[in-house]
């Protein structure tokens, strides 16, 4: 993936320490769907170590629950639904902060971020004095007139990559592959370039944040932790849709992120849909990735299988860099 613009801060408290309740009247945000109670959560065997009371997340103990048990990533997305509201945004704070940890792992990389370049003989731009000062000290002991070409201007250069981010929703992707695909979607948004389209699908589209948008990207990953799996696959649709985005984008390289099982329940055109897309990758359950292959095979697109929520940042710098010739 590409490296971030500035991100917001999470909040919570660092060194492992438990986040207590918040001052009463605090909020983490509207909430979509039901709620879930305490006893329902208590039926996770790690939930009584996480939450030891009311309203407290130990974020030392599910730190360590998550890394030695994905099942824990299930939980803790249960939990930023809590009908709890200080356990529901402790849990919701963890996540971001989780996501943001992993975003910011492994190589940085400049590719995809607007970023200011300077140019030398270009008519506009902001002058960039301290370049200049040496192109008019050579003009001079040249003793020839300054040129355009003695002046160095500053610009924006162009993003090169374009991402748009598609989630599956459906039914086949619930819990604790929801929360891995989830995941991995909230860290490309924290990571991503300005242009960069978030969507997640089952019987219909639903477009989180288009690709030119002013969504701060923290609050994009929170409703991504917040998606329910339910309903049918239309892929098809959701492809389509992640198209439509990309055909507004600036930037040259346009790629399609999939995080899906890619079991399709309706007999549609996806295939066909999938092949006009300028560059297509897939992060399938690790479980379940059968179908991924076989459509990546039909397709040309580049493929994964998410063992760990946490590995899948390194697997799709991976495929991103493996960019075919011909794209």
């Known amino acids: 993936m590409t490296s971030p613009p500035a991100a917001p801060q999470v909040g919570g408290q660092a060194g492992g320490q438990r986040q207590r309740p918040q001052a009463r009247g605090a909020k983490s945000g509207p909430r979509e769907g039901k709620t879930t109670g305490r006893h329902e959560l208590s039926r996770h065997a790690r939930f009584a170590e996480i939450s030891p009371a009311v309203g407290v997340l130990d974020e030392q103990a599910a730190r360590r629950a998550l890394a030695d048990d994905p099942s824990a990533f299930e939980l803790l997305a249960a939990m930023t639904t809590a009908t709890d509201e200080n356990l529901r945004a402790a849990a919701i704070r963890l996540c971001a902060a989780l996501v943001l940890d992993r975003a910011r792992v492994g190589r940085v990389s400049a590719r995809g971020i607007s970023r200011l370049r300077p140019v030398r003989g270009a008519p506009d731009g902001d002058l960039d004095i301290d370049a ?18 003695d002046l160095t201007t500053v610009q924006w250069a162009r993003a090169p ?13 619930n819990g604790a592959r929801l929360t891995a695909a989830a995941t991995v979607a909230a860290a490309c948004a924290l990571r991503a370039p300005a242009e960069h389209a978030i969507l997640s699908f089952a019987g219909t589209v639903d477009v989180i944040r288009p690709l030119v948008s002013d969504i701060v990207p923290a609050a994009v990953a929170e409703r991504l932790l917040r998606l329910h799996g339910h309903g049918v696959t239309r892929l098809a649709a959701a492809l389509q849709a992640a198209q439509e985005q990309l055909a507004q984008a600036r930037a040259p390289r346009r790629v399609v992120i999939l995080l899906s ?46 063992d760990h929520p946490l590995d899948a940042a390194g697997l799709l710098d991976r495929l991103l860099e493996t960019r075919p010739a011909s794209a």
Request: charged share 25%; aromatic share 2%.
């Open 161 to 173: 990559t374009a991402f748009a981010v598609v989630v599956d929703r459906s039914g086949s992707m």
């Open 261 to 306: 099982d890619c079991r399709s329940t309706d007999d549609d055109d996806t295939v066909a849909t999938a092949r006009v897309l300028p560059e297509l990758i897939i992060l399938a359950p690790a479980g379940d990735h059968e179908q991924a292959a076989h459509l990546a095979g039909q397709t040309g697109a580049r493929w994964g299988a998410i």
């Open 132 to 149: 200049t000062l040496e192109g008019v000290s050579a003009a001079r002991a040249e003793a020839r007139p300054v040129a355009l070409d």
